[in-house]
């Protein structure tokens, strides 16, 4: 109910008591005379009640309240989150306020982990030369380059009568690290659950429930939608191949054949006529348990990705041995011909070994296991892998490439 306001109530107090005084003199009293200036003494209050005269324009509490929150808003500095930033982290974004569109919006990519799209023909069409120069840099950093040539792919049982496969792999990029917390974090923010387009279709019923403890989208371990304090740099983990698979669409790239994994770690050497001679280790042939990050009786789960130095491949690719399986592409045995393996469901394969593999021959560069795609362990992360073919190299010409205009969504339309 609406109250009216107290000089409407003072003016109708007042013109009702006139009227009064005009009716009790005119009628009952009997004295016109006194009636005329009561009557009067009414109209003019009626007049200055009811005539129109100009109102000064007062503003509205909704516009009040806006006006005072914007003016908070504007008076209020401007906080951006606190990040560490360890050797493994991405370049910071340039600050907005001295850079164009176009830069701002590499250098989000760039921060993000998916320097690889920015040399997509689609859209490196669009980029100048100090871009694409930022971009290949970032992409030097991160991946390593594994040369085309053939791999030997023995089978999964590893006994002395097991066939061998000769498998030529073309020229590819391969993530010199497992896939971080952090990495796979920017993934989660972005929405990347939330995005069907980045799962494969026949997961889609699914993926709501590829939740974190607290069910938030995420990793089977993490709380909130976010790791555990102090793990930034730790490989993923409690992730399915589902999940492994959108994240590598997501920065462009994908995940590794069986081969190519392999052919990371053994690094074939070619010779003249003969089957190329391959490293058991990424190192050698020899186990030397300070260059991987296996069982021990002191361990007690996963370390840093950089933390075993020594232990890198010839093309300088770390921890394809130790600390966590990692997700490959391939379905399990897929290269072995007289594969006596059965089960009734399709297992992807893992390989490498894990902080808690116990047996070297389980930490091998041939070694082969199989896992349910949809299972979310403790021990299985992954790494992303690109063709060589795929991302344009700086000092391409513009007229090689596909124009297409550098909108937010190009790096989705990219992967189409």
């Not at 008591?17 to 009716?23: N, W």
């Not at 100009?54 to 003016?71: G, H, I, L």
């Not at 910071?92 to 993000?112: H, K, N, Y």
Request: aromatic share 10%; with cysteine; net charge negative.
């Amino acid at each position: 109910m609406r109250i009216m306001p107290f000089g409407d109530f003072l003016a109708c107090v007042l013109l009702a008591t006139g009227l009064g005084l005009s009716a009790y003199s005119a009628w009952i009293v009997g004295q016109p005379s006194v009636a005329l200036p009561a009557i009067l003494l009414g109209g003019i209050l009626l007049a200055w009640r009811f005539w129109p005269r100009k109102k000064v324009a007062r503003p509205s509490v909704e516009e009040v309240t806006s006006d005072t929150s914007v003016a908070h808003q504007s008076a209020e500095p401007q906080r951006s989150p606190s990040r560490s930033t360890p050797p493994l982290s991405p370049p910071a974004p340039s600050p907005a306020c001295s850079t164009s569109p176009s830069d701002r919006l590499v250098a989000e990519m760039i921060a993000q982990g998916r320097e690889v799209l920015l040399l997509r023909p689609q859209i490196a069409a669009n980029l100048d030369p100090e871009q694409l120069e930022r971009a290949q840099t970032r992409l030097d950093e991160v991946m390593a380059i594994v040369p085309q040539g053939p791999v030997v792919l023995r089978s999964w049982e590893e006994d002395e009568d097991s066939e061998e496969t000769l498998v030529d792999v073309e020229a590819y990029y391969l993530d010199r690290y497992p896939v971080t917390n952090r990495q796979y974090k920017a993934f989660v923010d972005a929405g990347g659950y939330e995005q069907m387009s980045l799962w494969d279709e026949e997961i889609w019923p699914a993926v709501l429930e590829f939740v974190d403890e607290t069910g938030h989208p995420g990793p089977r371990f993490w709380q909130q939608g976010s790791y555990p304090r102090g793990l930034d740099d730790h490989p993923v983990v409690g992730i399915s191949w589902y999940e492994a698979a959108a994240y590598a669409r997501w920065v462009g790239k994908r995940l590794p054949t069986d081969p190519e994994w392999v052919k990371a770690g053994a690094w074939p050497v070619v010779r003249e006529g003969g089957v190329p001679v391959q490293r058991r280790f990424p190192w050698g042939d020899s186990m030397d348990r300070d260059r991987a990050h296996l069982w021990s009786p002191d361990v007690t789960g996963t370390v840093p990705v950089d933390a075993t130095p020594g232990g890198q491949s010839v093309g300088g690719i770390h921890q394809l041995v130790g600390n966590v399986w990692e997700w490959t592409s391939s379905p399990f045995a897929a290269w072995d011909r007289n594969s006596r393996f059965l089960n009734d469901k399709p297992l992807k394969s893992i390989r490498g070994g894990a902080f808690d593999t116990y047996f070297d021959c389980q930490a091998s560069c041939q070694f082969q296991s199989g896992e349910d795609p949809l299972a979310r362990k403790h021990n299985i992360g992954f790494r992303c892998a690109v063709g060589v073919c795929d991302v344009e190299p700086v000092g391409w010409g513009p007229s090689d490439a596909v124009e297409t205009p550098l909108l937010e969504s190009a790096p989705e339309r990219a992967l189409s």
